[in-house]
């Protein structure tokens, strides 16, 4: 496989993950969205782990921004089903007034 297939691959397979991340973010339960950001630390562990990688700032920090932007679109997916919930409350409440 060329590279240019790798890298394209590799987009389709982060956009999809993005896509389901965000969703599972927006329910009820909270700990659907938190699933992919625990499998992207165990997934970071790992690789550390079996590709024998040592523990530098250059290879730390593309696993410390790709962590920081599931825990971020987590948190953010949890601000958004609030701000639902509050506006069908507020909602709610108006009809019944």
Known sequence: MTNLATIIIAFVIAAVVLIVHNSLSKHKNWL????IPLLSIIFSVGVFYFLK???????????????????????????????EQEAELKKMKSKDL
């Open 32 to 35: 659907l969205g938190g699933i």
């Open 53 to 83: 990688l040592t523990p530098s700032s250059k290879n730390i920090f593309p696993f410390f921004i790709f962590v920081t932007l599931q825990l971020s679109t987590w948190v953010e997916g949890r601000r958004k089903y609030k701000k």
